[in-house]
């Protein structure tokens, strides 16, 4: 051990000092317990000097120690102190937080004292806990919603991201964390009409000029998977602002849903009907009796030639209305041959 270590302890001529003295401090010998109890250790633990000389201070207030104690005693030996976080438990067993140092003092005849000065931070640590506490829940309650949204800085940089975005986007949330919201999200370099990336920072600037939500009814801005290809989207996006208690913007939600399957079916739909348009232009101009049919072989459609030609309003002729200008001796084996043509699929 270094000389360093083994010099008088200077407390034996200041006991009084530390008995008088507010802060919770200790003396004790690794041997023989609790030497000195300072008024601040009567007042915080709840036992007096009287009942707390001669015993093992771990011992009398149930010390919790964060690693071993044989581990402390060999960086005392080896450093001369140490100081860390300790849990202890008063006369009443209500529990204590401290933070401790310990440093240890040699006497020539090779006594080890320990002096152990603790500050109280108890208050502090209950405040700690229910800050994460309340960050557990809030985290917990966030991850169990199902809207998929960002949470961004005002510089537009990404906080934090709901599991229902990662899943939206294909991203995760350590790859989002800490970028900006455009460089996370790049335009797809294969469209030179796309527009996503300007709609959406018009929209988030928006949002901080006005300090009122914005709302994009529709917008196409493709994703880019793990695999570096990007994907056709379709979003529809709501941006909303966050306040602090003095009024200021401190953050914006953005809130995405993905309406690429809704979009692609409308496309659908729209080239259907542009399909079915041309079809009837055509079949309208053509000089030919033309006609369409249910899978049943009843009559949906006849052009204006048809209808000319009979001399019946086409409303008349769907349906098996076009039996009605088949002499009447015959509309009976006319309307037989017709249904076993549509059962055999043979032509009429």
């Known amino acids: 051990m270094s000389d360093h270590h083994r010099r008088p302890h200077p407390f034996q001529s200041d006991a009084d000092l530390i008995r008088h003295s507010d802060d919770p401090i200790i003396v004790w010998t690794i041997s023989n317990g609790v030497e000195t109890w300072s008024d601040g250790a009567t007042q915080l633990y709840g036992y007096s000097e009287e009942e707390a000389l001669h015993r093992s201070p771990a011992e009398l207030l149930g010390t919790d120690y964060p690693v071993p104690w044989d581990e402390i005693l060999s960086a005392l030996r080896t450093t001369g102190s140490w100081e860390g976080e300790l849990r202890k438990h008063g006369k009443d067993r209500q529990e204590v937080v401290l933070w401790s140092r310990l440093r240890l003092l040699v006497d020539p005849d090779g006594t ?26 809030f985290r917990s309650l966030y991850e169990a919603q199902q809207t998929a949204h960002l949470v961004l800085a005002t510089d537009f940089t ?27 999200f790049p335009e797809n370099p294969d469209d030179p009409f796309a527009t996503g990336a300007r709609n959406l920072r018009r929209s988030l600037e928006r949002v901080l000029e006005s300090r009122r939500s914005d709302r994009i009814p529709v917008q196409k801005f493709d994703i880019r998977s793990p695999d570096g290809a990007f994907h056709l989207r379709w979003w529809v996006l709501l941006n909303i602002p966050v306040f602090a208690a003095d009024g200021q913007v401190t953050n914006i939600i953005n809130q995405v849903e993905d309406v690429t399957a809704e979009m692609e079916e409308r496309q659908k739909a729209a080239e259907a ?19 369409e049919t249910d899978a049943a072989g009843s009559y949906t459609y006849v052009n204006a030639p048809f209808s000319l030609l009979t001399g019946m309003p086409g409303s008349a002729l769907l349906g098996d209305g076009w039996l009605q200008i088949v002499h009447p001796d015959d509309r009976g084996a006319a309307a037989a041959a017709w249904q076993e043509a549509v059962e055999q699929v043979h032509f009429y």
């Open 158 to 184: 990404i906080e934090a991201a709901s599991p229902g975005y990662l899943r939206a986007t294909m991203t995760r949330e350590e790859d989002l964390v800490g970028r900006n919201i455009f460089d996370a």
């Open 112 to 137: 080890e004292r320990v002096l152990e000065v603790s500050r109280d931070i108890t208050s502090r640590k209950r405040i700690e806990d229910a800050l994460r506490a309340a960050e557990a829940r």
């Open 273 to 291: 009907q542009a399909r079915e348009e041309r079809f009837r232009t055509v079949v309208e101009a053509i000089p030919a009796l033309a006609f």
